[in-house]
C-alpha cells in the first residue's frame, strides 16, 4: 500500500515563526500536493507539484512556499506564521498515469493540525 | 473543472444501502466523477472513479447517468465505520487539480 507520511499530527508554533511542514511517501509518485482543510471551507489546494524541483500554485498560495528536491519528499513552507494559518494540513501523492490523464487517484497522509498562537 | 452539488447530509441504517447522490450538470466529454471519503481526524480515502460506465470495487459501486449529469455513490452494506464526509469530485486533464467541495456527512446509525 502507497504510505504517505507527514512527519508531525500536531504542531504549535508562534507568529512570525518560520514553519516546516515534511510529507514523504514510498511509491515513486510523480505528483505531490499540500492542502489545507477548514471547517465550512473544505479542503483547499495550496500548491502542487509535479516532478523534482518544479511546483505550480493552487488556489490558495499566498503565505506559503514549498520544496521538492527530492521525488519522494514535499515540503511546505510558512515563511512568517500568521494566525489565520492555523489549520489541518493535508499531504497527498499520486501516479501520473499516461501523461497529465484524468484516471488518476490521490494518497494521502494523516495530517498535520497546526496552531499558530 | 464541473462543479458538483452534494446533499450537506445523509443519515442511513446499519446493514442497508446507503446512496449518495450528487449532480455535476456542467461536466464536460473528457472528466471523470471522483469519490473520496474522509473519515474524522484521518485524510481522504479514494473509493472509485468513472467517466460513462458503472463501475464497482470491494468499497462500492458508482452509477452515472446516461447523461452524465449526475451520479449515485452506492454503499451496499452499509456499516458504522462508513460514518464520514463523501466528496464528489468532477476532474478534467488540465493537470493535477482535485477540487474537493463540501461533501455529504453520512451518519450510519445503528
Known sequence: DVKVTQSSRYLVKRTGEKVFLECVQDMDHENMFWYRQDPGLGLRLIYFSYDVKMKEKGDIPEGYSVSREKKERFSLILESASTNQTSMYLCASSLLQGGRATNEKLFFGSGTQLSVL | ?110
Not at chain 2, 472513479?49 to 470491494?58: A, C, D
Not at chain 2, 462500492?60 to 449515485?72: F, G
Open chain 2, 1 to 110: 473543472d464541473a462543479k458538483t452539488t452534494q446533499p450537506t447530509s445523509m443519515d442511513c441504517a446499519e446493514g442497508r444501502a446507503a446512496n449518495l447522490p450528487c449532480n455535476h450538470s456542467t461536466i464536460s466529454g473528457n472528466e471523470y466523477v471522483y469519490w473520496y471519503r474522509q473519515i474524522h481526524s484521518q485524510g481522504p480515502q479514494y473509493i472509485i472513479h468513472g467517466l460513462k460506465n458503472n463501475e464497482t470495487n470491494e468499497m462500492a459501486s458508482l452509477i452515472i447517468t446516461e447523461d452524465r449529469k449526475s451520479s449515485t455513490l452506492i454503499l451496499p452494506h452499509a456499516t458504522l465505520r462508513d460514518t464520514a464526509v463523501y466528496y464528489c469530485i468532477v476532474r478534467g486533464n488540465q493537470g493535477g487539480k482535485l477540487i474537493f467541495g463540501q461533501g455529504t456527512e453520512l451518519s450510519v446509525k445503528p
